[in-house]
């Protein structure tokens, strides 16, 4: 979740969130502590998800073509070379969609007013301070306060957001240019090419299945998010390596493996909110973007959006197939 979390803000409200002390990294891919069997078994369930492999695909349908890359929202050396190879494919697009332009993020972060504050804050009912038990409450202002927010903003605001304030990790990358993932990158590159750019979605558009959830919800997901930095660590660094060699389903089964196993309660409740942020996070947007995909004006159109969003039953490569696309996967 952190790693979900941390990544949409980073990519839609370009938050100016001043950089930790600089601190080493002790995350591992969590691929290298599993014996031959499992690595197997783990490779054989990720086949099993459709287009569970692959950051680069081409759907066609008569004479359009859709290439649909999936990204990640913060910076990593390697994206450089990525880009060099993907410049043909973006240079020569009649449009390059993402989730939201960068402008678009700052227009909103920049313009924030009341009608967005119920996305960020507790407007009625119970405030965190009435909703923790003593102790809990206790922890959660302390870490509050030596992020720099007061107890009395901190009670008020929604746990998806606090969370990124509170959760420790080592490993994002920090400084001026954090969040230069692959999609800023690829936006550079469309603007200085003059190619058209536009959103899939705007920034409130993509948070509020997150704000709206009830606030325990928010607050259960917060107690894993913020429970354990080593933990934090190791989806970070398992996220990023599948990433990088395209196999985002991996990743993905590893992380629910991970938050069913450590968040602590009934089983059935844990699984619940994992369905439940899935949703939020991914196919409640997926289903929204498709027809914004499939009515936007060009013949050769561009979509980049997270990685997380290609696979699976409900997502963006799948939904294309059901409209009638023909997919082939192409270099990354």
């Known amino acids: 979740m952190l790693r979900a979390l941390v990544l949409l803000v980073f990519s839609l409200l370009a938050l100016a969130h001043a950089p930790a002390a600089e601190a080493r990294c002790n995350g591992s891919d969590m691929r290298s502590a599993m014996s031959a069997p499992q690595r197997t078994a783990l490779q054989r369930a990720a086949a099993a998800v459709p287009f569970g492999s692959g950051n680069h695909w081409i759907a066609r349908k008569g004479d359009r073509q859709i290439n649909v890359i999936g990204t990640m929202h913060v ?3 390697r994206f450089g070379a990525v880009v060099r190879r993907l410049a043909p494919v973006i240079t020569s697009a009649d449009l390059v969609l993402f989730e939201v332009t960068r402008k678009q993020a700052r227009a909103f972060w920049d313009n924030l007013d009341a009608s967005s504050a119920n996305l960020f804050l507790i407007g009625t009912g119970p405030t965190l ?5 003593a102790e809990a409450w206790d922890t959660l202002w302390k870490k509050a306060r030596n992020a720099g927010i007061a107890p009395s903003t901190a009670k008020r605001i929604k746990p998806w957001f606090l969370t990124f304030y509170l959760a420790d990790e080592n490993c994002s990358p920090r400084g001026l ?3 230069n993932g692959l999609d800023r990158r690829i936006e550079k590159l469309a603007r200085r090419s003059r190619v058209p750019i536009g959103s899939l979605e705007t920034v409130s558009e993509a ?7 009830p606030i325990r919800d928010q607050l259960r997901m917060m107690e894993f998010d913020t429970g354990s930095t080593a933990r934090n660590e190791t989806l970070f660094v398992t996220m990023r390596e599948t990433y990088f060699e395209e196999a985002s389903a991996e990743g993905d089964i590893l992380e629910q493996r991970q938050f069913l196993s450590a968040l602590q309660g009934p089983r059935g409740e844990a699984e619940r909110l994992w369905r439940n942020y899935r949703d939020d996070l991914l196919n409640t947007r997926n289903r929204a973007w498709l027809p914004r995909i499939l009515g936007a004006p060009g013949q050769r159109i561009v ?4 990685a997380a969003h290609l696979p699976g039953e409900t997502g963006v490569l799948r939904l294309l197939e059901r409209a009638g696309y023909r997919l082939e996967r192409a270099a990354f």
């Open 75 to 77: 910076n990593d050396p």
């Open 129 to 133: 301070d009435k909703l923790l038990p």
């Open 177 to 179: 240019f954090a969040a």
């Open 207 to 213: 948070i509020l299945p997150l704000s709206r959830r």
């Open 303 to 306: 979509v980049t959006v997270g």
